[in-house]
């Protein structure tokens, strides 16, 4: 505001006019006004002011007596008490210093009393009483004495005595390692002896005298020594009929199993927490050398190597020659003829009983995994955790000869024995007989091969090894989609007509139908197979890591794979019936059907307003029968609607040829019995298939115009343009 001024009078200067003059007199009014209230409220608070300064006067002076009586107070007063209490202070220290260094001699005294107690204890306990168990628990009671204390000059001078001339620390050394082979002697005595309480009894005394770790040596030798006397014992019996090394694997692994269930309290008891695993290790170095000899002793007596080598030079006679160019195979009913002169030369039971027992194998080794990852987990490791494979397994010789004497095997005669079974069962492929059969109608082979696929899917996932298991289902991918599939395609292109002027004939239909059928019927076996197989149960049987999702995985994988390639083939084999079988006769069946029809009427023609009846729909329907009923009655639901739809696609064009060929040729009675006839023909196709009825949308709106008058085509949402509306508007003759 006050800087508004000289602006104001500079203002008043220069001002021109009346007008200004009393602009800028109007402005100073105002300045003045509010300075005139400013000096106002400075006016009337100056009285409050000098009262305020006036307290903090008064204040100033008391505050500095209370100043000059503190210092008197500090000097008089509080300057001795803090002597005083420094001194007091400092006698406490010292006094808490002698009390600590009282306490610690009185420890030492304690504990190289304790120190003599335990040496006179040990040397008592060895002497003429001879009782060990005393004479352990001593020398464990000396271990928890400082070594410090054992070894200090003050305990060598205090404890030695007549007895005990050496210093303790000797004479602990000395007994503990006179114990250790008093209790290696005893424990091998009461081991030949199978006296198991003695050897309970002296395997508890090696962690007391600080041999923890020769016990655990000794104890293992010991299950190890039982482990190999019965395995030795099982691999002696005389008779080894099927299944015998998958029995002698599964007794190997369970009776380690039972040794480390039942004796790892007794070890964590009085070893420690953890010191089971130092067994355990020690066990699977003779299960790696008792495993490995039972391994290699059934590779020798099944032949193992001899057979996967006539396995890897089988030539797959039949399916070659089934796919080379010209070969066809009888289109008959009777099972094929054999081709080839190999298939005794391996026999498939022997290859399937050889797969299952090294399944069995594979799965007791699996399941020994599991229990060894769950036992040698940490403690503090959650319950819902997912297992990984301890080191004694990762590091074991046995997992090797696993992969390949017993995996490597199975892959290779998983491979065979699914391709020689889609070969056997397409040899055998028998065509059903429709007077006795019922639907769906399949040839056996396709029953034979699911069955051959869920056999080796269970038995792969049996086995709980995640590779294996994606090996079998990329093979048994891999195979579906190229002999299965392939025979089946194979089967249709000798059974379909040579070239497009030439159709089926009726057995030919009929059996290029039941192809069509198999890949259908085949895609859904492969989905409920994978769908059976529960997702908990597979969770359970590989706990490993990620395997579970990845196994999940590979098989929704393989189902969606098979299905997807079985929906192309079943895609081309529809459209070769619909261009072979449908397609040639939709022309003729409606030429037929309105042979000698007449729209072109007159109310006045005939008493009867529909003198032709139901002739139209009748005709049509039965060439439309004639020529559905053996796809209808042999085809399965999905495959029939497939070529259904597009066989009524083709038909609507037909119909909406048919209906402008009626042009100019329609009495206005004729469009009513047009409209009619041709709702009548598509309710034919359709049969209530409301969705097949939009097909011919554009065919019933054609027809609807047609009937109509001009200007009432509004409300309708129009399939057919402007242009053809107003044609078949003009296809009637209007009297």
Known sequence: ??????????????????????????????????????????????????????????????????????????????????????????????????????????????????????????????GA?????????????????????????????????????????????????????????????AVNEKDGEGITRFFKLFPLIGRGDTGLDVYGRYVCTGVAGRAREVMNQDQKGDFFFAGAVTGLFEHIATIVEQHGKLVELHYGEGKMVKVVERLQVEADMQAGIIIDTFSDEKALERKLTDIKSYAYGFLVQSFLAGTKQARTGSPAVVVDNEEETIDIKTVDLLLSEIGVMLSRWSMYCRFLGRKCQPTSTSPDALLSLPPVISNSLLLPKIINRLITPFNVMTTFFIRRSIEK?????????????????????????????????????????????????????????????????????????????????????????????????????????????????????????????????????????????????????????????????????????????????????????????????????????????????????KPTLRILNTTAGYLSKL???????????????????????IQRVVGVVAKGRYEMRETFERCLQMVLVVGMEEGEEAGVEWKIDAEERRRALGMVVRG
């Open 1 to 126: 505001m006050t800087s508004s001024t000289p602006t104001s009078v500079s203002s008043a200067a220069t001002a021109s006019s009346v007008a200004e003059l009393q602009s800028v007199l109007a402005a100073l009014n105002s300045h003045d006004a509010a300075v005139t209230t400013r000096l106002k409220t400075h006016l009337s608070t100056q009285t409050s002011l000098t009262h305020t300064l006036s307290r903090l006067d008064l204040i100033r002076a008391h505050l500095g007596t209370q100043v000059v009586s503190a210092r008197s107070l500090s000097t008089t007063t509080l300057s001795p008490a803090a002597t005083t209490a420094n001194r007091v202070s400092s006698a406490v220290k010292r006094l808490d210093l002698e009390q600590s260094r009282v306490r610690a001699t009185l420890a030492v005294v304690d504990q190289v009393s304790e120190l003599k107690t335990c040496v006179l204890g040990v040397v008592n306990a060895m």
């Open 129 to 189: 009483a001879q009782d060990w168990e005393t004479a352990a628990n001593f020398l464990h009671r000396a271990s928890k004495i400082p070594d410090e204390i054992v070894a200090g000059d003050f305990a060598a001078e205090m404890v030695a005595s007549a007895e005990t001339p050496d210093p303790p620390k000797v004479t602990l050394e000395m007994a503990a390692e006179g114990l250790c082979k008093l209790f290696l002697a005893r424990f091998e005595k």
């Open 425 to 637: 069962a397409f040899q055998l492929d028998e065509f059903p007989d429709f007077t006795h059969s019922q639907p769906p109608y399949i040839s056996s082979a396709v029953d034979d091969v699911m069955y051959i696929v869920q056999k080796l899917l269970s038995r792969a996932l049996e086995t709980s090894q995640c590779n294996l298991t994606l090996t079998v289902l990329s093979t048994v991918s891999r195979v579906l989609s190229t002999d299965f599939i392939g025979m089946i395609q194979r089967q249709m292109r000798d059974t379909r007509p040579s070239s497009s002027n030439s159709t089926f004939s009726s057995t030919e239909l009929s059996r290029f139908l039941v192809l069509i059928n198999n890949l259908e019927i085949a895609a859904s076996y492969v989905h409920r197979i994978v769908a059976s197989q529960e997702e908990e149960k597979i969770r359970e049987l590989f706990p490993f890591e990620k395997e579970a999702d990845t196994v999940l995985s590979a098989m929704k994988s393989m189902a969606t794979s098979f299905e997807s390639k079985t929906g192309e083939i079943i895609a081309d084999a529809s459209a070769v019936v619909f261009n072979q079988v449908t397609k040639p006769r939709l022309r003729p069946l409606l030429a037929d059907a309105w042979r000698d029809v007449d729209y072109l009427v007159a109310p006045s023609t005939s008493e009867d307003p529909e003198p032709d009846g139901d002739l139209v729909r009748a005709r049509f329907e039965a060439g439309w029968n004639s020529m559905m009923a053996p796809i209808n009655k042999v085809l399965t639901e």
């Open 655 to 677: 119909l909406e040829k048919k209906i402008w060929g009626f042009e100019d040729r329609v009495s206005e009675l004729g469009a009513v019995r047009m409209e009619r006839d």
